[in-house]
């Protein structure tokens, strides 16, 4: 069965840093881009970050720019999110999702995530 | 940055009633990046509809998509209880996701 879980959700202190990881089983981890979404209490959903199979290539929302930085660990089939800065409106359940497609190389487009993990908690406040 | 608007912003119907789900993109943009979602409280998203009116797999057929420039739409044919769940479009110029239509029942 294909699958993603997170893991590494918790309560931080504003300013503080927290890394996410994100594991992946039932599929060839390193043939797919790699996705972290998060909803914020009683919000929508907001994309955050994209990696490409080989982290050639990453891709972030503004909001978290500068302060996440996607990872990906192909042996391990590992996603990462560290996340520094931490404020009180990262507050969200974080989830990792998988790219429809395999990669395909320079001139693949992301079209849709098709496999999505639960979420894990992240709660930042004092 | 294209912003995707959803309407309504909730929709309130009965189990065997038809659904419209509309997303308005702030420009025109290329149907094959357009994607719908479920969601439901403590969840997982579900993907829908990719490339505006492409069923994913094990997606129900009363599920369809349509659209192209900057109004697309989701129509649920007949409600199923299973269905009233918040909807979600999503573009892939920007990885945008539109502010969601939440279907409750009525």
């Known amino acids: 069965e294909v699958q993603l879980a997170e893991s590494g959700g918790g309560l931080v202190q504003p300013g503080g840093s927290l890394r996410l990881l994100c594991t992946g089983s039932g599929f060839t981890f390193s043939s797919y881009s790699m996705n972290w979404v998060r909803q914020a209490p009683g919000k929508g959903l907001e994309w955050l970050a994209y990696i490409t199979p080989s982290s050639s290539t990453m891709y972030y929302a503004d909001s978290v720019k500068g302060r996440f930085t996607i990872s990906r660990e192909n042996v391990r089939n590992s996603l990462y999110l560290q996340m520094n800065s931490l404020r009180d409106e990262d507050t969200a359940v974080y989830y990792c999702?998988?790219?429809?497609?395999?990669?395909?190389?320079?001139?693949?487009?992301?079209?849709?995530?098709?496999?999505w993990g639960q979420g894990t908690m992240v709660t930042v406040s004092s | 940055e294209i912003v995707l608007t959803q309407s309504p912003g909730t929709l309130s119907l009965s189990p065997g009633e038809r659904a419209t789900l509309s997303c308005r993109a702030s420009q025109s943009v290329d149907s094959n990046y357009l994607a719908w979602y479920q969601h439901k409280p403590g969840q997982a998203p579900r993907l829908l509809i990719y490339g505006a009116s492409s069923r994913a797999t094990g997606i129900p057929d009363r599920f369809s998509g349509s659209g192209s420039g900057t109004d697309f739409t989701l129509t649920i044919s007949r409600l199923e209880p299973e269905d009233f769940a918040v909807y979600y479009c999503q573009h892939f110029s920007g990885y945008t996701f539109g502010q969601g239509t939440k279907l409750e029942i009525k």
């Open positions: 999702a998988r790219d429809l497609l395999r990669y395909t190389g320079s001139y693949y487009r992301s079209n849709a995530f098709d496999v």
